[in-house]
């Protein structure tokens, strides 16, 4: 990826992140049609995942989503965050390094005496783990499905789309329009995204607005 350097201060440049300060400098600083921009780049030149413009939404939504939650107090957003960086081939942002330096400090100098109570519980008390596999094999998929009606070239209503993807998940209609709005609250690059054709959600696949 051909980053313009030109348009960035020194200082921009200089984030601390050595060298992956180009890539940082580009994520925060691009909108959204620069990020679509260098993604037309990126396909022409056959590239492979992620792409800039994944990247960018992971970097600008889905991040600090997560750190907003995890200063909120849902433990689980740390490991979700680095999962995330993983994935998309992005540093830890500098919350995460901190966070993640802090936990471990506090296991090898023996203050806390698990890993659980370094970072926080995987899961809250009395959860049952069920209905969270359940949700986590169904709630992507359904609301993928729901997407790509509402994104068509023959557009249904919300309602319409809710009653049809709800028959063919075990979930009613009220939990997907939850987990449908969830997901637009919390990734809500996927409106403008969508318009532009497709977009990707955290699974890597494309969801596409064509038939």
């Not at 049609?33 to 037309?40: F, G, I, N, S, Y």
């Amino acid at each position: 990826m051909n980053f313009d350097r030109t348009s960035q201060s020194a200082s921009q440049r200089k984030s601390g992140y050595g060298i992956f300060d180009d890539l940082v400098s580009a994520l925060s600083d691009w909108t959204l049609e620069d990020a679509e921009r260098a993604t037309k780049e990126w396909r022409a030149g056959n590239g492979h995942h992620p792409s800039p413009l994944l990247q960018w939404a992971v970097w600008n939504r889905e991040l600090p989503c997560l750190h907003k939650e995890w200063t909120d107090g849902r433990a689980p957003a740390l490991m979700e965050a680095i999962d995330c960086c993983g994935r998309f081939r992005l540093p830890l942002p500098p919350w995460c390094s901190a966070a993640i330096s802090n936990s471990v400090g506090k296991v090898q100098s023996f203050t806390a005496r698990t890993w659980d109570d370094a970072l926080g519980a995987a899961h809250k008390k009395g959860a049952r783990l069920p209905n969270l596999r359940s949700e986590y094999k169904n709630k992507i998929p359904a609301v993928a499905q729901l997407l790509e009606l509402l994104e068509s070239e023959n557009p249904i209503t919300l309602d319409a789309a809710k009653e049809k993807v709800s028959k063919e998940y075990p979930i009613s209609v009220d939990l997907l329009e939850r987990w449908f709005y969830e997901f637009r609250d919390k990734f809500s690059v996927t409106e403008e995204v969508t318009t532009q054709g497709s977009i990707f959600h955290p699974t890597g696949k494309p969801i596409s607005s064509e038939k």
